[in-house]
């Protein structure tokens, strides 16, 4: 069973662009989680899709946006780049609620200069 | 709203040797999961173990064990007979019931010493 899969892992970009972000979840997962990592904040929630629906959103600026397709598989968007949003981006699938545990893929390595 | 602290942001431990990680948290709720996470050089999140807070019992995983203190709010992880692979950063997390959002812990690194 293939894992969570995250691409691109390595990025770099420029203040001001917009850059997106791709997450596919395990087969038959429908719950997707983003995480931002950081070495001054730790790891910190984003948002969490369920069934294309928003379910959850952490305290980031709108820039931050998010979507879910059909297929479960999840894109996050980060729009004006600010060197602040340099981090490790985690994302993480679940079967649907409760106990379940949620898996996570690599990460996108981002870096804004 | 629920927070997650762990105290010890680095620790070294002597191959073959028992380390303990705390952990301490906050909530209101009465249902909830706790987690250990390892993240090794890779970035790779990988769970150690988990707790449900109605379960008195601790969990163990091999190696792995925790002293969960409901009352005091409090989820320490002890490694037994620490091995190489074991060097990583180590999160506490919490997770209510029904909900998939996770809250870590800001970490503790740990190093194996040969």
């Known amino acids: 069973k293939a894992g969570v899969t995250q691409t691109p892992r390595y990025l770099i970009k420029t203040r001001g662009q917009q850059v997106t972000l791709s997450c596919s979840p395990i087969s038959g997962h429908r719950s997707v989680s983003w995480y931002q990592q950081t070495p001054g904040q730790g790891l910190q929630f984003l948002f969490e899709?369920?069934?294309?629906?928003?379910?959850n959103k952490g305290n980031f600026p709108g820039r931050f946006s998010g979507r879910q397709f059909s297929n479960s598989r999840s894109e996050m968007n980060v729009s004006t780049l600010e060197l602040g949003d340099s981090a490790l981006y985690l994302c993480?699938?679940?079967?649907?609620?409760?106990?379940?545990?949620?898996?996570f893929g690599q990460g996108t390595r981002l870096t804004v200069v | 709203a629920q927070t997650v602290t762990q105290s010890q942001p680095e620790m070294s431990v002597q191959e073959a040797e028992t380390v303990t990680l705390s952990c301490t948290y906050d909530t209101s709720e009465s249902d909830y999961y706790l987690f250990w996470y390892k993240q090794p050089p890779s970035r790779q999140m990988i769970l150690v173990i988990r707790?449900?807070?109605?379960?008195?019992q601790n969990a163990t995983e091999n190696r792995f064990s925790v002293n969960f203190q409901k009352a005091a709010k409090s989820f320490s992880l002890k490694i037994s007979d620490s091995q190489l692979g074991d060097a990583a950063m180590y999160f506490c997390?919490?997770?209510?019931?029904?909900?998939?959002?996770?809250?870590f812990g800001k970490g503790t690194r740990l190093h194996i010493l040969p």
């Open positions: 707790q449900e807070a109605y379960k008195q």
């Open positions: 997390a919490y997770r209510s019931a029904g909900d998939d959002k996770i809250i």
């Open positions: 993480a699938s679940s079967a649907p609620g409760g106990w379940d545990e949620a898996f």
């Open positions: 899709y369920f069934s294309e629906t928003q379910r």
